[in-house]
C-alpha cells in the first residue's frame, strides 16, 4: 500500500476500495446538482454514501482515510461542493477532478488511535455541522437541533413546547424577505397588519397576544422592538426559530405569545458565493449578494460578507420603500478547541408616503365605505427611517470532558425616525368627500442596547445515566434619550381634506411641529438561569429550570416651556420563573410531553393617561405529541395548552398614550385555550412540506372574547417538488393560507361591528436550473387576487395578484 503523501497513483486495494460502491454509476451525473443526504459519520461511509448519491467514482487510499470522519451535508449541490462540504476539517482534501469522478490525498495526518475519533475540534463540529441547527443550502423546512426553548441543544422532538422553523430554503423559495413575511408563513403566527410594515400598529400575535420577545442569536432585546424587528430584512438570517407560549426561562420574561430568535449566518469551512438578482410587480427591484469561506490557507481563520440592495414601490399609492442591509462576521481557531466569531450588521428601512392605518372604514352616515386596494391614507410628506447598527463578539472554549463555555457580548443602536401621518381622522360624507382629516405626529426613538451574555452546557453521569445541564448569566442594559413631540392634533394647522375622493396627498402640508420636550429611559436587566435535562430511564426525560431576574426601567420627561421633569421607576427584584417538562419516548419516532411555566412581564405598554401597565402575571400548560421521521428530517407535533394571565394589555380601539402611542388596558383573568398541529420537512426525496392548523380562544375572566381581531382559526400549507429526470433540475411549489372571521365591534357612527369573513390566499412558485450553478425562480402570490382586509377597524387591504422573478448565480 501507498503511503500518506505520496505521489504515486493508487493501488488496486485503493481502487477496490474507493470506486465499489459507485462503479456502476454514470459519468455524466457526476457534473450535475445532485441532492445529498449523508450524516456526519466515519469517513469511509460517508464517502461511499457520496458516491452513490452522486453517481462518481472515488479514488482514495484506505489507509489515508482510515480514522477520520465527515462532515454532514445536505442539499441539492454540485458534487464537487458537497465532496469540498464532506471533506471539510477531516485531513483530506481533492487532489484532482477526472471525468466521472474525483482523487483525494491527505493533506494532514489522520487522529491518534484512541482518540475522540475525529479530527475536528467539538467546537468546529458543532459550528459546520447540522448539530447547531444550521439550514443553509439543507434544502431542507426543518431543522434537527433548537435550543431556543430551553438553552439546551435539543431536536424539536425532544423539546416539550410547540417549536416552528423557517429556514433558509423556505426563505428562498416563498421570496420572504422581512420579519412579518415570515410570520405570515409560521404555524399560528398572525400579522394583524392596520398599517404600512415598521409601524406600531402592525403586531404580530401568537395563541390570541402580540408577540413582544424578540431574540438574535438567542440573546433577548428589552425593551418592546416589535415595531422595530416588523421590518428586519432576513438577508443576514439562516433561519427562524419560533417557541409558541411562554418563555420566560430563557429570556427572563415569559408572555404566553411566543418568542422570536433569528439566527444569523455563520462563515463557512468550504468557499461558497451567491448572487441574487429579482424584479416583480410594481418597480419591486432587489439584489442580494452573500460570499464566504477560509481566509488562509490552513482554513483557521473564515468570513462573510452579506449584503442586499431594495428599492420598490407598491400595490398602495404613494408608498415607496428603500432598504439596505450589510453584515460581516469572522470567525478565527484560536486554538483546536477555541473559536472566535467577531460580526457587525447595518439595516436600513426608509420608506416615504408611510401610513399607520388605512382610510376610513365608514361615511358619516353609519354605511360601509369601498376603497380601491391603491388609495393611500398617507401624505405626501409622511415618511418613516428605521436604522439599526449591530455587533457582537463570541468566544466558545470546548473542554476534552465535552463541556462548552461561552462568552458573547453585543451593543445595538437602533435609530428610528417617523414623521407619521394618515387619513384615518373622521368620516366622509358620501356626496360630498368632505369630513375626512389626518392625524398626524412625530415620533423620533434612539434605543441602545448592551448585553453581556455568559453560558456553559454539558453533560455529566449520575446513577449510571448521562444528563445534559446548561448555566448561565445574562446583563442586558438599554438606554434612550429622544425628543418629544405634539401629538395628533397641532395649533393653528387645519388637518381637513377637502374631498377625499380626489385627494392626492399634496394638502394639507405638514403641520409645523417643533420638539416640546424630551423623554428618557433607562432599563436594566439581571438575570441568571440553570436548565437540566435528567434521563430517569431510556425512554423518559426530565426537563427543569429556573430563571432569577432582577429588572428596572427608570423614565424621565421634561417639558421644554416649563422645565419640569416627571419621573417614573418601576423595579422588579428576585422574580423566579420556573419551567418543568418531561418527555416520553413511545417508541423510535413518536414521543409526549408535558411542560409547565410561570409568566411575568414588566410591560411597555401604557394607559390613556401615560401610565405603564402593572407586570404580566400568570402560568401556562402543554400537552403535546410529537414524530420525527427520516433522520429528523420530516417533523410532526400535536398540542394542546391553556393560559391564565393577570394584568393582560389590551389595546383600546382609537385611544392613544400622551406620546402618542396605542393606548392599552390591564384586564385579569384572562384565558387563552387551543391546540396546535404541524408537519414540517421531508416527505420524500426531493418532496418537501411544511403545513399547520391553529385554533385558539381567548376571553376575559367573564367569558367575552378578547382580540377579536385576531382570527381564531388558521390554516397553513406550503409544499415544494423536485421534478426528476427535467433537465438540470425543475422545482414546483405552492401554499395556501386560511384564517376564519374576525372583527372589532362598535365602530363608525352607527357603532356597528366591521367584519373580515374567512378567506384563503393561493400562491405558486417554480424554479428551473439553467445550469448547474444557474437558477431562475418565479413567485406569483394572491394568485386568485383575492380582496380582503389585513384588520378590523380601518381599510388596509392584503396585497393584490403580484409576480416577482429572479435569477440566482451559485457557487
Known amino acids: 500500500m501507498e503511503q500518506a503523501g505520496t505521489a504515486r497513483g493508487p493501488s488496486a486495494a485503493l481502487l477496490l476500495t474507493g470506486a465499489l460502491a459507485v462503479l456502476a454509476a454514470p459519468q455524466a451525473r457526476a457534473q450535475q446538482p445532485a441532492q445529498f443526504e449523508i450524516a456526519a459519520q466515519p469517513l469511509a461511509v460517508a464517502l461511499g454514501a457520496f458516491g452513490r448519491q452522486a453517481g462518481a467514482q472515488l479514488l482514495f487510499d484506505e489507509v489515508e482515510v482510515a480514522g477520520r470522519r465527515g462532515q454532514a451535508v445536505q442539499g441539492l449541490l454540485l458534487p ?11 485531513g483530506m482534501a481533492i487532489a484532482s477532478e477526472r471525468a466521472g469522478g474525483f482523487v483525494l490525498k491527505a493533506v494532514a495526518p489522520p487522529p491518534a488511535e484512541g482518540a475522540s475519533g475525529a479530527v475536528l475540534a467539538p467546537v468546529t463540529v458543532k459550528a459546520q455541522a447540522l448539530a447547531d441547527g444550521t439550514t443553509e443550502r439543507s434544502g431542507s423546512y426543518t431543522t434537527r437541533s433548537t435550543a431556543t426553548a430551553t438553552g439546551l441543544p435539543l431536536s424539536i422532538r425532544e423539546t416539550p413546547q410547540s417549536v416552528s422553523v423557517i429556514t433558509r430554503q423556505r426563505m428562498e423559495d416563498q421570496g420572504l424577505t422581512q420579519l412579518t413575511d415570515v410570520a405570515a408563513q409560521t404555524a399560528g403566527l398572525v400579522v394583524a397588519q392596520g398599517g404600512n410594515v415598521g409601524s406600531d400598529s402592525s403586531p404580530i400575535y401568537s395563541r390570541g397576544f402580540a408577540v413582544d420577545n424578540y431574540m438574535v442569536d438567542g440573546i433577548k432585546m428589552l425593551e418592546s422592538y416589535s415595531s422595530i424587528f416588523q421590518s428586519q430584512d432576513m438577508a443576514l438570517y439562516d433561519r427562524v426559530e419560533i417557541v409558541r407560549g411562554a418563555t420566560g426561562l430563557m429570556n427572563g420574561s415569559g408572555t404566553a405569545s411566543a418568542a422570536i430568535n433569528m439566527v444569523r449566518k455563520k462563515p463557512t469551512r468550504a468557499f461558497q458565493a451567491s448572487a441574487r438578482v429579482e424584479a416583480g410587480s410594481w418597480d419591486h427591484y432587489r439584489a442580494d449578494l452573500d460570499v464566504g469561506g477560509p481566509l488562509n490557507a490552513a482554513g483557521s481563520l473564515r468570513g462573510r460578507l452579506v449584503a442586499a440592495k431594495q428599492d420598490a414601490k407598491s400595490y398602495i399609492d404613494r408608498l415607496q420603500e428603500d432598504r439596505t442591509v450589510l453584515y460581516g462576521v469572522l470567525e478565527a481557531d484560536l486554538a483546536p478547541h477555541t473559536l472566535l466569531r467577531a460580526g457587525l450588521s447595518e439595516q436600513r428601512h426608509d420608506s416615504t408616503g408611510h401610513a399607520r392605518g388605512g382610510l376610513p372604514a365608514y361615511y358619516s352616515d353609519g354605511t360601509r365605505t369601498h376603497w380601491a386596494r391603491s388609495d393611500s391614507a398617507a401624505p405626501g410628506w409622511s415618511y418613516s427611517k428605521r436604522h439599526s447598527t449591530s455587533g457582537f463578539v463570541a468566544l466558545d472554549r470546548a473542554f476534552d470532558n465535552g463541556w462548552e463555555l461561552q462568552a458573547t457580548a453585543m451593543r445595538t443602536v437602533t435609530f428610528s425616525d417617523e414623521l407619521v401621518g394618515y387619513a384615518s381622522a373622521g368620516n366622509p360624507v358620501r356626496e360630498t368627500g368632505a ?26 453521569g449520575l446513577f449510571g445515566r448521562e444528563h445534559d445541564l446548561v448555566v448561565g448569566a445574562t446583563h442586558a442594559r438599554t438606554q434612550r434619550h429622544s425628543p418629544s413631540y405634539t401629538n395628533w392634533t397641532h395649533a393653528g394647522w387645519s388637518n381637513a381634506i377637502d374631498n377625499i375622493y380626489t385627494w392626492d396627498g399634496s394638502s394639507p402640508a405638514a403641520p409645523p411641529n417643533p420638539a416640546v420636550g424630551t423623554n428618557a429611559m433607562d432599563e436594566r436587566s439581571n438575570s441568571a438561569f440553570a436548565s437540566v435535562r435528567l434521563r430517569a430511564t431510556d425512554a423518559l426525560s426530565l426537563i427543569a429550570g429556573a430563571r432569577v431576574t432582577d429588572w428596572r426601567r427608570g423614565t424621565a420627561s421634561t417639558s421644554n416651556r416649563t422645565g419640569v421633569t416627571t419621573t417614573t421607576l418601576l423595579r422588579e427584584t428576585g422574580e423566579v420563573i420556573p419551567y418543568a417538562g418531561v418527555v416520553f419516548d413511545i417508541d423510535a419516532h413518536w414521543s409526549a410531553y408535558a411542560s409547565y411555566t410561570t409568566i411575568f412581564q414588566a410591560q411597555s405598554q401604557k394607559t390613556v393617561d401615560g401610565r405603564y401597565l402593572d407586570p404580566l402575571m400568570g402560568n401556562s400548560r402543554e400537552l403535546g405529541i410529537k414524530g420525527a421521521f427520516f433522520d429528523d428530517r420530516l417533523n410532526v407535533s400535536a398540542a394542546v395548552y391553556e393560559t391564565q394571565e393577570d394584568n393582560k394589555a389590551i389595546a383600546i380601539t382609537d385611544s392613544f398614550a400622551p406620546d402618542g402611542s396605542q393606548a392599552y388596558e390591564a384586564t385579569s383573568g384572562t384565558k387563552s385555550r387551543g391546540f396546535e398541529l404541524e408537519l414540517a420537512g421531508q416527505l420524500a426525496r426531493g418532496w418537501e412540506v411544511s403545513t399547520s392548523f391553529a385554533r385558539n380562544q381567548t376571553r376575559d375572566r367573564l367569558g367575552a372574547p378578547l382580540n377579536t381581531n385576531v ?30 372571521q374576525i372583527y372589532t365591534d362598535n365602530l363608525g357612527p352607527a357603532r356597528t361591528r366591521f367584519v373580515q369573513g374567512a378567506y384563503a390566499v393561493v400562491d405558486l412558485m417554480a424554479r428551473y436550473a439553467v445550469t448547474p450553478k444557474l437558477q431562475v425562480s418565479v413567485n406569483l402570490q394572491n394568485l386568485f387576487d383575492k380582496w380582503y382586509y389585513m384588520s378590523t377597524g380601518n381599510s388596509y387591504y392584503g396585497a393584490p395578484r403580484s409576480v416577482r422573478v429572479a435569477l440566482d448565480l451559485r457557487y
Open 435 to 460: 369630513g375626512v382629516g389626518i392625524w398626524a405626529t412625530h415620533w423620533e426613538y434612539k434605543p441602545r442596547q448592551n448585553v453581556l451574555a455568559l453560558q456553559a452546557k454539558g453533560s455529566f
Open 80 to 90: 464537487r461542493e458537497a465532496l469540498a462540504r464532506l471533506l471539510a476539517g477531516s
Open 711 to 740: 382570527p381564531q382559526s388558521v390554516a397553513k400549507l406550503y409544499t415544494s417538488y423536485r421534478l426528476p429526470g427535467v433537465g438540470n433540475g425543475l422545482v414546483v411549489g405552492g401554499g395556501l393560507r386560511w384564517q376564519n
